[in-house]
C-alpha cells in the first residue's frame, strides 16, 4: 500500500497563473559626474527566472530648469546617458520614457538630497554567525542626513595554491616539460554587491548609529584568504527612495515561494502618461554618493590560523596516457584545458591537478587594478 501510494504522488512544478505584462525600470541617477543609466525590461513569470529587456526606447532626464539628458541603448535594455552630468543638490529631475510601441512613461518630480560625506570603514573580526570579517560605516552624532543606501565594490587577491612555472606539451607523440609561459600564479577579482543594505540613523532615540554593518565576510571564504580591499558607497536618499527600497528588502527576505505572505504590487514613483491604468514597476532614484576604501589582509585578524579553504581541494591525480572507457586521458584532459602540470611521482609519471588549482586566471585576472596597494 505504500509503495502504491509513492508511486501516485506527482511533482509539483510552480508556475504564474495570472501574470500581467509592465515595464520595469531600474535607475538611480547620483551626483557623481559621470554617464548615468536606465535600465529597462519587463516584468517576466515566476518560471522564466530571466527579465526580457525593453529595447527601442527614447529615454530622457528633464531637470527644472529645462536641462534634457538624452539617453542611447548601449546593450539591450540598458540605456546610458550621452553626456556626463550629475545631479545638483536642491533641484528636481524627472525621468521620461516613451517606448518603441508609442506608450510614454513619466516618473514625479525628485529632488536630488543634500550630500553627506562616508563616515570611517572599519573592518573586525566577529565569532557571531560561525565566525567572520564584519565591515562597518562609522557614523557622527552631528550627521544631518536621514536616509542612506550603501552599495560595494569588493576586490581580493587570489594565488593559485599549486602554479608551477613549468607546464606539460606535447612534442609529437611525446608528452614533454617545459618552461610555462604565462604567468597564471596572482590573479584579482571584483564582486559588486546585490543585496539591498539601507539604514535610517534617525530611527535611533541618539539619532546616531555608531556604526552600522555594511558586509560580512564568513571566515572561511577563500576571497580573504590573501589581501582584500572594498570600496563602500553611500547613497544619501529621498524619503520616497528609502521607504521603495525598504519595501523591496521586506519582499525578499524571505525565499519560501510557498509563504503565506507573499508581496502584492507596491507603487513606485513611475506612471503611464497614455494610460493611468496600468501598473509600472521600479523607481526613479536620485541620489548623492560618496565612498570609501578599505584594505586588509587575513592574517590581520587571525595571524596564528590557517588560511581559508580553496574553491577546490587540489588533489593531484595521475591519468591515464591513452584514453580509455573509465577516464580521459592526460591528452583529452589537456585538450580541454581542465589540468594543470603538478609534479612528477616517483614512478616517473605526471600528475596533474585541476586548472584552476594551477591557473588562477579561472577565477579572476592577472591584471592589476589600479587603486591596488600592498
Given at each position: 500500500?505504500?509503495?502504491?501510494?509513492?508511486?501516485?504522488?506527482?511533482?509539483?512544478?510552480?508556475?504564474?497563473?495570472?501574470?500581467?505584462?509592465?515595464?520595469?525600470?531600474?535607475?538611480?541617477?547620483?551626483?557623481?559626474?559621470?554617464?548615468?543609466?536606465?535600465?529597462?525590461?519587463?516584468?517576466?513569470?515566476?518560471?522564466?527566472?530571466?527579465?526580457?529587456?525593453?529595447?527601442?526606447?527614447?529615454?530622457?532626464?528633464?531637470?527644472?530648469?529645462?536641462?534634457?539628458?538624452?539617453?542611447?541603448?548601449?546593450?539591450?535594455?540598458?540605456?546610458?546617458?550621452?553626456?556626463?552630468?550629475?545631479?545638483?543638490?536642491?533641484?528636481?529631475?524627472?525621468?521620461?520614457?516613451?517606448?518603441?510601441?508609442?506608450?510614454?512613461?513619466?516618473?514625479?518630480?525628485?529632488?536630488?538630497?543634500?550630500?553627506?560625506?562616508?563616515?570611517?570603514?572599519?573592518?573586525?573580526?566577529?565569532?557571531?554567525?560561525?565566525?567572520?570579517?564584519?565591515?562597518?560605516?562609522?557614523?557622527?552624532?552631528?550627521?544631518?542626513?536621514?536616509?542612506?543606501?550603501?552599495?560595494?565594490?569588493?576586490?581580493?587577491?587570489?594565488?593559485?595554491?599549486?602554479?608551477?612555472?613549468?607546464?606539460?606539451?606535447?612534442?609529437?607523440?611525446?608528452?614533454?616539460?617545459?618552461?610555462?609561459?604565462?604567468?597564471?600564479?596572482?590573479?584579482?577579482?571584483?564582486?559588486?554587491?546585490?543585496?539591498?543594505?539601507?539604514?535610517?540613523?534617525?530611527?535611533?532615540?541618539?539619532?546616531?548609529?555608531?556604526?552600522?554593518?555594511?558586509?560580512?565576510?564568513?571566515?572561511?571564504?577563500?576571497?580573504?584568504?590573501?589581501?582584500?580591499?572594498?570600496?563602500?558607497?553611500?547613497?544619501?536618499?529621498?524619503?520616497?527612495s528609502y521607504n521603495y527600497f525598504e519595501q523591496l528588502q521586506e519582499a525578499n527576505e524571505g525565499d519560501d515561494v510557498f509563504s503565506p505572505s507573499q508581496p502584492g504590487f507596491f507603487r513606485g514613483n513611475v506612471f503611464s502618461v497614455n494610460k493611468p491604468e496600468e501598473n509600472v514597476l521600479g523607481f526613479f532614484h536620485v541620489a548623492s554618493i560618496?565612498?570609501?576604501?578599505?584594505?586588509?589582509?587575513?592574517?590581520?585578524?587571525?595571524?596564528?590560523?590557517?588560511?581559508?579553504?580553496?574553491?577546490?581541494?587540489?588533489?593531484?591525480?595521475?591519468?591515464?596516457?591513452?584514453?580509455?572507457?573509465?577516464?580521459?586521458?592526460?591528452?583529452?584532459?589537456?585538450?580541454?584545458?581542465?589540468?594543470?602540470?603538478?609534479?612528477?611521482?616517483?614512478?616517473?609519471?605526471?600528475?596533474?591537478?585541476?586548472?584552476?588549482?594551477?591557473?588562477?586566471?579561472?577565477?579572476?585576472?592577472?591584471?592589476?587594478?589600479?587603486?591596488?596597494?600592498?
Amino acid at each position: 500500500m505504500l509503495a502504491f501510494l509513492a508511486g501516485c504522488v506527482e511533482s509539483f512544478e510552480p508556475g504564474t497563473e495570472v501574470f500581467e505584462d509592465a515595464l520595469v525600470i531600474e535607475s538611480t541617477i547620483t551626483d557623481e559626474m559621470g554617464r548615468q543609466e536606465v535600465v529597462l525590461s519587463r516584468a517576466f513569470r515566476f518560471e522564466e527566472f530571466v527579465p526580457e529587456p525593453e529595447q527601442g526606447a527614447k529615454v530622457m532626464v528633464v531637470d527644472d530648469s529645462g536641462n534634457e539628458f538624452a539617453f542611447e541603448e548601449t546593450t539591450a535594455g540598458r540605456y546610458t546617458s550621452n553626456v556626463d552630468f550629475a545631479a545638483e543638490q536642491g533641484r528636481s529631475y524627472q525621468l521620461l520614457i516613451t517606448t518603441s510601441s508609442g506608450d510614454e512613461y513619466a516618473s514625479e518630480q525628485v529632488v536630488a538630497p543634500e550630500r553627506f560625506p562616508i563616515g570611517e570603514i572599519s573592518a573586525g573580526a566577529t565569532e557571531e554567525n560561525g565566525g567572520g570579517i564584519d565591515i562597518f560605516v562609522d557614523y557622527e552624532p552631528s550627521q544631518a542626513a536621514k536616509y542612506f543606501r550603501y552599495k560595494y565594490e569588493e576586490t581580493y587577491k587570489i594565488i593559485a595554491p599549486d602554479w608551477n612555472s613549468q607546464m606539460l606539451a606535447f612534442e609529437g607523440p611525446v608528452l614533454v616539460l617545459k618552461a610555462r609561459i604565462l604567468d597564471e600564479k596572482t590573479c584579482f577579482n571584483t564582486n559588486l554587491s546585490q543585496n539591498i543594505n539601507i539604514n535610517n540613523p534617525r530611527l535611533t532615540t541618539s539619532n546616531s548609529v555608531p556604526r552600522f554593518s555594511v558586509r560580512f565576510i564568513q571566515k572561511d571564504n577563500y576571497i580573504i584568504s590573501h589581501r582584500y580591499s572594498i570600496l563602500v558607497k553611500q547613497l544619501v536618499l529621498t524619503e520616497a527612495s528609502y521607504n521603495y527600497f525598504e519595501q523591496l528588502q521586506e519582499a525578499n527576505e524571505g525565499d519560501d515561494v510557498f509563504s503565506p505572505s507573499q508581496p502584492g504590487f507596491f507603487r513606485g514613483n513611475v506612471f503611464s502618461v497614455n494610460k493611468p491604468e496600468e501598473n509600472v514597476l521600479g523607481f526613479f532614484h536620485v541620489a548623492s554618493i560618496s565612498s570609501e576604501r578599505l584594505f586588509f589582509d587575513y592574517v590581520d585578524f587571525y595571524p596564528e590560523e590557517a588560511l581559508p579553504p580553496y574553491v577546490d581541494k587540489c588533489f593531484p591525480f595521475v591519468p591515464p596516457l591513452e584514453p580509455n572507457e573509465e577516464e580521459p586521458s592526460i591528452g583529452e584532459l589537456m585538450d580541454a584545458n581542465a589540468i594543470r602540470y603538478h609534479s612528477i611521482t616517483a614512478t616517473g609519471k605526471f600528475a596533474v591537478v585541476p586548472r584552476v588549482c594551477g591557473d588562477c586566471t579561472v577565477l579572476g585576472s592577472t591584471e592589476i587594478p589600479e587603486f591596488w596597494e600592498e
